[in-house]
Nanobody, 125 residues
Framework: QVQLVESGGGLVQAGGSLRLSCAAS????????MGWFRQAPGKEREFVAR????????YYVDSVKGRFTIFRDNAKNTVYLHMNSLKPEDTAVYYC??????????????????WGQGTQVTVSS
């Protein structure tokens, strides 16, 4: 079992920055990959970013490349999503998720076994 708790969401103006955190407990944090997904109103949940167990590799959806950075601190059992140059279209509920199987199909939410409750990010224009 893995428990995930997100924090750091809020309201920000376009062009601003936010840092989301996801604290994990349960299984050894460094043994699984982590991802961030988001769901905007009226839309399906979509992949945002992923980081491997060691943090040695990261992956992003094209729409956030160069603006968002995913990183992890295995000593603190926490993964982060630092978001710069935020746009109104980034408005969504953001979820962190744990992938214990290490699937190569990391953009699919079905590959992630555990999910946080989500944190709201609202970007005003």
């Amino acid at each position: 079992q893995v428990q995930l708790v997100e924090s750091g969401g809020g309201l920000v103006q376009a062009g601003g920055s936010l840092r989301l955190s996801c604290a994990a407990s349960g299984r050894t944090f460094s043994s699984y990959a982590m991802g961030w997904f988001r769901q905007a109103p009226g839309k399906e949940r979509e992949f945002v970013a992923r980081i491997t167990r060691s943090g040695g590799a990261t992956y992003y959806v094209d729409s956030v490349k160069g603006r968002f950075t995913i990183f992890r601190d295995n000593a603190k059992n926490t993964v982060y999503l630092h978001m710069n140059s935020l746009k109104p279209e980034d408005t969504a509920v953001y979820y962190c998720a744990a992938d214990l199987s290490g699937s190569s199909r990391y953009r699919l939410e079905t590959q992630y076994e555990y999910w946080g409750q989500g944190t709201q990010v609202t970007v005003s224009s």
